[in-house]
């Protein structure tokens, strides 16, 4: 019994002494921890101190003006805005630091934009094929958000535009004559194109 107990007094004092040494160490480096002979697992204090050790936060919010503000005052050396314009975000490492002197980088700022009525209408209708007569219709739904331009680059009203692409067809059912490649036709007085070939039916709306 006695042995077991004198080889228990042993490891404590073992385990006293280490963690004095680790502290020790820590005290040097200025870090507000502390090593318990438990295992000599670090603990870190700063959550009882009436301040954090050092400044640090997460901020998220929809708003520009909030992001930008936050962003430039809280801005340091090294400081790197990420943009992911897919998906409509942003994030600000505010204590990414420098090759020399890194920062620990959990200082952010990130900005998630919300999506508007028109702009997720515009998403559903881009990359997607559409007629003439339900691309105007898209058009003259949403003009009061759009803005056309002419041949010249000039701008003009959306309902203007709507009207330009609803006549595309009509000029083009218009045109009498016409030749793709070795085919060749006139189209006929019923709107039929007929070739030697192949026959064509005007598209309308």
């Known amino acids: 019994m006695s042995q077991n107990l004198d080889a228990t007094a ?5 385990a006293l002494i280490s963690a004095q040494g680790v502290n020790e160490i820590i005290s040097k ?3 507000d921890a502390v090593a318990l002979p438990e295992n000599f697992r670090i603990h870190d204090l700063e959550k009882f101190n009436l301040n954090r050790f050092r400044f640090r936060g997460a901020l998220s919010t929809a708003s520009i003006d909030d992001f930008t503000r936050y962003s430039k005052d809280l801005a340091d050396e090294g ?4 943009i992911d314009a897919d998906n409509m975000r942003a994030v600000s490492v ?6 020399d002197e890194p ?7 990130t900005l998630k934009l919300k999506k508007t009525a028109p702009f997720s209408a515009l998403l559903s209708v881009n990359g997607e094929r559409h007629s003439q007569k339900s691309l105007a219709e898209w058009i003259e739904d949403w003009a009061d958000y759009l803005v056309g331009f002419d041949a010249n680059g000039d701008a003009i009203q959306a309902t203007k535009a709507a009207a330009a692409v609803r006549k595309i067809t009509i000029e083009a059912n218009q045109t009498a004559d016409f030749e793709d490649n070795d ?3 006139k189209r006929s007085p ?14 309308g709306i």
Do not use: M, P, W
């Open 190 to 203: 019923d709107g039929v194109c007929r070739s030697e070939n192949q026959r064509y039916y005007a598209s």
């Open 79 to 82: 400081t790197r805005c990420f």
């Open 10 to 14: 042993i490891n404590q004092i073992h």
């Open 103 to 109: 920062g620990h980088a959990d200082n952010t700022a």
């Open 94 to 99: 505010l204590n990414l630091g420098t090759i």
């Open 29 to 31: 480096i200025g870090a």
């Open 183 to 185: 085919f060749s036709g």
